[in-house]
């Protein structure tokens, strides 16, 4: 039994409730019990008491876009590559680098992202891999790094007919293969769904060839009309927008993550609605490759379960946070718009759909819920309370606020250590790695 407690507890729970000089108990991996800090300490007897030092306690992030295999591109220069557009950068860099990814990579490049997750608080990671150098076996790398750190995760392999036929079963395969295993996995800690790349590089053939060999409806994470190249592809080949193509396909649902939806007609936002398929918008990525600005306010009027990712730019969601809030005032004209927006996509739509996928709550401080649960470092200069405590997150605290992460009921971060694995051999090797990436890439 652990004691969480000396700090303001921020539920997210119905009545987004605070409580000040709040404690939690956790037993095994669920919260138990909520209350005041010393009635705590009276009424259970614990093994160890986590002060948060008057800080936030709060339910960890949950980040429903990431890519793992991104992570060893930081600081890299490729020669001769001077991207003019979207599909320059997947050429020049992205499909480059997933070419030459070996499965120790790929290990390392989980490695170092969950920890970079850990240290922001981000509890539960839905993960978007391709590392078409080495296809088999790539998703139980990045399983085995998320088993040893102890992170909450969603996996998949993206399906491409970039690389030709070959390659693009052998995805078909790696993605069955783990869902069977995850299937398995009764600790409730990892899922594993069907990925798919992107509409412009899935043929009909293949998207048949994905539906007739998914083994149960775990779902399809896919990026939908990120750039416009993948809108005029389909429109062109297809005649139909990329939604309506995937709806054809029977891709659409409750279990199926549509990425980016950057240039989506209203018609096709009614399809997303109506099939209760959940989009994720990434600010950062979108802004950084310059394909536009997804209809995020539409998208919430109609009332489409929208998500907040990082589409592996950072591990830090307090960051695609105020990354968000600016875009959308900005590209609004309106600097009123999007304060409701942005806090619900992070806040309560991020749980809507890690629910759709594990068991029991999560992204919630509640009696029954997994115990995933962060501390921030946090002195509020001016009163703060559940009506406000958005403006303060939004303001005052930052991925590096976060002093101490619980996952599943373990202490895996304490007073910004981690307990679980050694960091430093870890960034060792992972230097040493992607140097040879490097290497390899510009050779
Ligand atoms: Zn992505």
Redesign the pocket.
């Known amino acids: 039994m652990i004691l969480v407690g000396n700090g303001k507890i921020i539920t997210r729970d119905d009545n987004n409730s605070i409580i000040e000089d709040g404690c939690l108990c956790i037993e095994g991996n669920i919260i138990v019990d909520i209350g005041f800090t010393e009635e705590m300490k009276k009424k259970h007897a614990a093994e160890e008491f986590l002060d948060a030092d008057k800080g936030l306690i709060m339910p960890g992030s949950i980040n429903p876009?990431h890519?793992i295999y991104s992570a060893f591109a930081r600081g890299l220069s490729i020669n001769n590559y001077s991207p003019e557009n979207f599909s320059d950068i997947l050429e020049g860099m992205w499909w480059r680098i997933d070419r030459l990814l070996f499965l120790e990579d790929t290990r390392y490049s989980a490695y170092a992202t969950y920890i970079d997750c850990i240290k922001n608080g981000v509890t539960t990671v839905f993960d978007?891999h391709a590392s078409y150098g080495s296809v088999e076996g790539s998703l139980f790398e990045i399983s085995q790094g998320a088993k040893e750190l102890g992170v909450r995760t969603c996996l998949c392999y993206e399906v491409s007919d970039r690389d030709g036929e070959g390659k693009m079963r052998d995805a078909v395969k790696e993605n069955v293969n783990f869902m069977h295993y995850a299937k398995r996995d009764s600790s409730d800690m990892q899922k594993g769904m069907m990925g798919l790349h992107a509409s412009f590089t899935l043929s009909d053939k293949t998207l048949e060839y994905c539906a007739e060999n998914i083994p149960y409806q775990g779902g399809y994470h896919i990026?939908v009309a990120e750039g416009m190249e993948d809108v005029q592809h389909c429109l062109k080949n297809f005649d139909k927008p990329i939604v309506k193509r995937l709806f054809d396909f029977n891709i659409l649902g409750e279990k199926t993550l549509a990425?980016h939806c950057t240039h989506i007609n209203s018609g096709e936002m009614e399809l997303l609605k109506d099939t209760n398929t959940m989009a994720v918008h990434?600010p950062e990525s979108n802004m950084g490759n310059a394909v536009g600005c997804p209809p995020v306010l539409e998208l919430f009027k109609k009332g489409v379960v929208l998500g907040l990712g990082t589409?592996?730019y950072t591990s830090d969601m307090f960051e695609s946070m105020k990354v968000a809030n600016v875009l959308h005032k900005h590209n609004s004209g309106n600097p009123n718009a999007a304060w409701e927006e942005v806090p619900s996509m992070l806040f309560k739509n991020n749980r809507i759909i890690a629910e759709r996928f594990f068991e029991k709550p999560l992204g919630v401080i509640e009696k029954g819920a997994y115990a995933d649960v962060i501390i921030a470092e946090y002195d509020p200069l001016t009163p703060l309370n559940s009506n406000n405590i958005n403006s303060h997150i939004l303001f005052g605290v930052g991925g590096g606020s976060v002093k101490s992460t619980i996952i599943n009921g373990k202490i895996l971060m304490k007073n910004r250590e981690i307990l679980v694995v050694d960091t430093e051999r870890i960034m060792a090797r992972s230097r040493e790695l992607s140097e040879k990436l490097w290497r390899r890439i510009n050779g």
């Open positions: 876009h890519h978007h990026h990425i990434n589409d592996g």
